[in-house]
């Protein structure tokens, strides 16, 4: 794979779970395969703890980085508001980071994440055909 990443986005009634990845297109069931094991480890294993901790980390670290302009403050204001959270979610988020255990990651995934009903989007050259 030439570069893989992930992101949550969470609405009122639903959220979305994406992983986006490059690799040459007779390696995308390879790619899949893989990111289908690491989900399904999520469940099964609990998180290694310096890895915990990293995630955690940059976690925190992003509290701050989300308001270090006047427009990452009102997007972030206009998002807890459309989620009708508090203006200091960010800060009550970081307490409930600080107390996240490998248990508590491996029950989210669990409850939340079903690996085998994922759908995949394929973009890029069309499979050589067949002569």
Known sequence: MYFVFSTL????????YQVEYG??????????????????DLQTKKVPA???????MGLLRDIPLAESSVDYIARGWLAYSILDLPLD???RAARI???????????AFVK????????????GPAPPTKK
């Open 9 to 16: 986005n969470v609405g009122l009634t639903r959220g979305v």
């Open 23 to 40: 690799c040459d297109p007779p390696n995308v069931p390879k790619a899949r395969a893989i990111i289908l094991k690491n989900l399904k």
């Open 50 to 56: 310096s890895e915990l901790r990293q995630v955690k």
């Open 89 to 91: 979610e960010p800060v």
């Open 97 to 107: 980071y600080v107390q996240l255990d490998a248990q508590d990651v491996q029950n």
């Open 112 to 123: 939340w994440l079903r690996p085998d009903d994922l759908v995949q989007v394929t973009q």
